[in-house]
């Protein structure tokens, strides 16, 4: 069973950037597309990027441009940096892989204020 955990949310103003992290073990680390989604009350959970084990991303249309997913195979983490935050980027985060298939983390809440 993978146990996943999302850190890094936080609340911020239009504008601000936050850093997202999700460690898993070194095993499934490397054998993955990785993907970090998010989901507001109400709404499906949607990728918003993911990442190849070569390196190769997506991204959702609506932060092409303000957030990049990368991966530090050293310390087996998958982060995504988000910049010109704005009040849409408002939810929970969550890491799996793409396609999903791990039970979901609590995931971490990203709150963007005006």
């Known amino acids: 069973q993978v146990q996943l955990v999302e850190s890094g949310g936080g609340s911020v103003q239009t504008g601000g950037s936050l850093r997202l992290s999700c460690t898993l073990p070194q095993s499934l680390f490397s054998g993955y597309y990785m993907g970090w989604y998010r989901q507001t009350p109400g709404q499906q959970r949607e990728m918003v990027a993911r990442?190849?084990?070569?390196?190769?991303?997506a991204y959702a249309d609506s932060v092409k441009g303000r957030f990049t997913i990368s991966r530090d195979n050293a310390q087996n983490t998958v982060y995504l940096h988000m910049n010109s935050l704005n009040p849409e980027d408002t939810a929970v985060y969550y890491c799996?892989?793409?396609?999903?298939?791990?039970?979901w983390g609590q995931g971490t809440l990203v709150t963007v204020s005006s």
């Open positions: 799996n892989r793409w396609p999903p298939g791990w039970d």
């Open positions: 990442l190849s084990g070569g390196g190769i991303a």
